[in-house]
Each structure stands twice: as structure tokens, then as C-alpha cells.
T-cell receptor
Framework: KAGVTQTPRYLIKTRGQQVTLSCSPI?????VSWYQQTPGQGLQFLFE???????NKGNFPGRFSGRQFSNSRSEMNVSTLELGDSALYLC????????????FGQGTRLTVV | DAKTTQPPSMDCAEGRAANLPCNHS???????VYWYRQIHSQGPQYIIH???NNETNEMASLIITEDRKSSTLILPHATLRDTAVYYC??????????????FGTGTLLAVQP
């Protein structure tokens, strides 16, 4: 079956702009989580959605937001981009909320200039 | 903060077993030990998890000490494609209604030809 699909794979944006990233989970999976990976901070949890509801949120400013649709696809949005937002953004899907295994996508590489 | 401690890097000769250690001295009774790996520029990949018994699957073996304060991931016959950052994570998959993963800095395993 198809894995987790993230689009786009690469993005270049200018400071002050906003960006929307998309994640399609594995078919049948209802839990989607987002992570930010930077060389300095490593992999950090952003937020998690299940059945269109945000279940958990990491320690990121309000410029970072997300949502999940009824088909479990998820988007995350970053407004007023800063240079420090340059990172690999990863999406993970799991079958249920209480689950043992997460499947990650290839990520979206965002560069803010 | 991550509840695990791993060496920053290790080398292994191709074809030999790779033994990756992890310390988790504050692990609680309901927490499992998970291992993920991340090959360069890809999303993390689930490897294996366990509670207190040793576990084996097609990718690796997981050995957990009797006091559960440390564990070792074993790749029995390492190949060049096993070169990656390996993350050891402890979490309770059945509590807290979340799939959140807290990644530490991991171990960079370099398999040498």
C-alpha cells in the first residue's frame, strides 16, 4: 500500500511569507503528527491530529498551525516566515491514537531566504 | 526532554553485527523501548519495540536488561545501507492518548566497507 505522502518535497520562501504543507497518511490511518527537524534542535514534535481534532501540541509559536480533514489528510501552515523556520518538516501517520508504530513521510524541505 | 542517552556515533564493519546501546534509567513500568532510524534526507523508519522481553524481527533484535534501565539494538549483519542515525525512544503507547515521539540526538552508525 502507498506510504505517507508529503507535498511539496522542496520549497523556497521569502521571510514574511506564509506556507502550507500537505500530508496524506496511509490509507486507513487516522492519526497524523508533524515534526520539525533542524541541525541545531533535531527532531521536534509540532502537533498531532486525530479525527480532525488536535490532540497534542508542541512548544512552537502560534505562527505554526495545522488542521486535519475528514479524509485524514492534514495540512500545516506557517505564517510570517522567519529564517529559523528553515527545516525539514516531517509528517507521521498511525492507525489509531493509542498505537505502537508511526510511519513517516519523506518530508518537505523548507528554505526561507 | 528525551529520556534516553545514546553514544553520538559508532562504526561497524560491513557484514559484522552492529550493537547500539541505549540508557533509559528513568523508564517507568508502562513505557516501551522503541527504535527508529533515519537514513540521510529521509523520514525516520520504525525498527522494533519491546517492553521487557527480548524481541526479534526481520530487521533487528532488541535486548532489554532485566532492570529495564538499558537496552541494545542488534543489527546481525550490517550492510552499507544500514548507515543511518538510530534513535532510541521510550514511551507508553497506551496512555496519554497521544502518538507523540520525543527524539533525542541518536547514534550515527557508519557501516564501513
Amino acid at each position: 500500500k502507498a506510504g505517507v505522502t508529503q507535498t511539496p518535497r522542496y520549497l523556497i520562501k521569502t521571510r514574511g511569507q506564509q506556507v502550507t504543507l500537505s500530508c496524506s497518511p496511509i490509507s486507513g490511518h487516522r492519526s497524523v503528527s508533524w515534526y520539525q527537524q533542524t541541525p541545531g534542535q533535531g527532531l521536534q514534535f509540532l502537533f498531532e491530529y486525530f479525527s480532525e481534532t488536535q490532540r497534542n501540541k508542541g512548544n512552537f509559536p502560534g505562527r505554526f498551525s495545522g488542521r486535519q480533514f475528514s479524509n485524514s489528510r492534514s495540512e500545516m501552515n506557517v505564517s510570517t516566515l522567519e529564517l529559523g523556520d528553515s527545516a525539514l518538516y516531517l509528517c507521521a501517520s498511525s492507525l489509531e491514537v493509542l498505537n505502537t508504530e508511526a510511519f513517516f513521510g519523506q518530508g518537505t524541505r523548507l528554505t526561507v531566504v | 526532554d528525551a529520556k534516553t542517552t545514546q553514544p553520538p556515533s559508532m562504526d561497524c564493519a560491513e557484514g559484522r553485527a552492529a550493537n547500539l546501546p541505549c540508557n533509559h534509567s528513568t523508564i517507568s513500568g508502562n513505557e516501551y523501548v522503541y527504535w527508529y532510524r533515519q537514513i540521510h534526507s529521509q523520514g525516520p523508519q520504525y525498527i522494533i519495540h519491546g517492553l521487557k522481553n527480548n524481541e526479534t524481527n526481520e530487521m533487528a533484535s532488541l535486548i532489554i536488561t532485566e532492570d529495564r534501565k538499558s537496552s541494545t539494538l542488534i543489527l546481525p549483519h550490517a550492510t552499507l545501507r544500514d548507515t543511518a542515525v538510530y534513535y532510541c525512544i521510550v514511551r507508553d503507547p497506551y496512555g496519554g492518548a497521544t502518538n507523540k515521539l520525543i527524539f533525542g540526538t541518536g547514534t550515527l552508525l557508519a557501516v564501513q566497507p
